[in-house]
């Protein structure tokens, strides 16, 4: 990882006047040690949840009721992977390593969102994880397109225009199950019961104990506070569940006229800690799926870097006829 | 609430092996439609060229987002000195601008 150590204070000058312009930093400014770590940090942070992401849905592909839910449900899964690899990209443009990054990962020393630790019992959970977990996660995701870290902020416009789509599946869902069975309406709610807490609690702690929002806040790498976040995701989905006609778990939740707000209950921070610890009920198994995908590949890997060199030689013992393929570097995997 | 899931009889966390595989790093370019530059939209790692264009094209345009696909390999890239910026881009010509030059009123649009 490339570390600056006494930053020359023309650096310093040269990023704070950037950052006050509300310009964007790229990766070869040069950036202080922390915002890089925090910025490394983060984005990795994302890319684990939109990988990791995929597991409680596609638990749900081989049994989705019609081939329509089922084609729609594969095209989500695999932005969820396409989702990882942007923002994969992304943190390596800071000097890590794709296989620092899944080594983190797999041995817990990275995190993922805690919300996909928790399981998907139902279709309905589908429905909810789209309206409630990609609304929660958009409405953070709109405010990182202006976040100071350019390659960020650039995946983040990419990843807002696909995430619509998810959300929008998963409120037609469920639309389609509270038009339903009585059977079909009672699985929609006990949806939104279990979703509904970890949905807010995606936001993270209350800004009051939020260790990294005020210097986050200050590097402009977030710009609106985790309480602010998710004032607006309240806001904005209670008439939705109105329009479902769904009870929102919450016997506090009301509006507030003079704020101008919806108030609402508080969150059971005891248990979103005790799953970020590892002590949710699919922790386990989901690092575990992961690693056994990612040891299942190796050789999948390996074969294919066996071909490319075959390939490689086999063009250069014909003396390099084919200029597309010959005098390439495989081994130089530094960026710039 | 805690959860206190036991582990499976014979559960045991699985170790990791294995790499990326040493796979390079290609920078991605897609030419939205005709008529259009190609245009940078990102990077992945593959073992080759052809590996590299056929996953930009999964990981890059999911939704018609391009009619073409470059992929270079990353370490290719000869890339400018940020902190040359200024002798490199120099913004103090501004005669090389049309705003430059007044034109009488009357003339019209030129």
Known sequence: MTTTEQPPTDSMRRFDELLRADEKIEPRDWMPDEYRKTMIRQIAQHAHSEVIGQQPEGNWITRAPSLRRKAILMAKVQDEAGHGLYLYAAAETLGISRDELNQLLHTGRQKYSSIFNYPTLSWADIGAIGWLVDGAAITNQVMLTRTSYGPYARAMVRICKEESFHQRQGFEIMVTLTRGTDEQKAMAQDALDRWWWPSLAMFGPPDADSTHTEQSMAWKIKLETNDELRQKFVDMTVPQADHLGLRIPDPDLVWNEERGHYDFGEIDWDDFWQVVKGNGPCNRERIASKVRAWNDGAWVREAAAAHAERQRRRAAGNGGSNGRSSGRDRDTEVRR | ?110
């Open chain 2, 1 to 110: 609430m805690s959860y206190d899931v036991p582990p499976i009889e014979g559960e045991t966390d699985p170790e990791v092996v294995g790499t990326t595989g040493g796979h390079p790093l290609w920078e991605v370019f897609v030419r939205a439609s005709r008529g259009l530059n190609h245009v940078h939209c990102g990077s992945l790692h593959a073992p080759d060229a052809e590996t590299a264009a056929r996953n930009a094209r999964d990981v890059y345009t999911r939704r018609s987002e391009g009619v073409s696909v470059w992929v270079v390999p990353s370490a290719a890239i000869h890339a400018s000195d940020p902190d040359d910026r200024e002798s490199w881009f120099d913004s103090d010509k501004p005669y090389r601008h049309p705003t430059f030059y007044e034109i009488p009123d009357e003339v019209g649009h030129m």
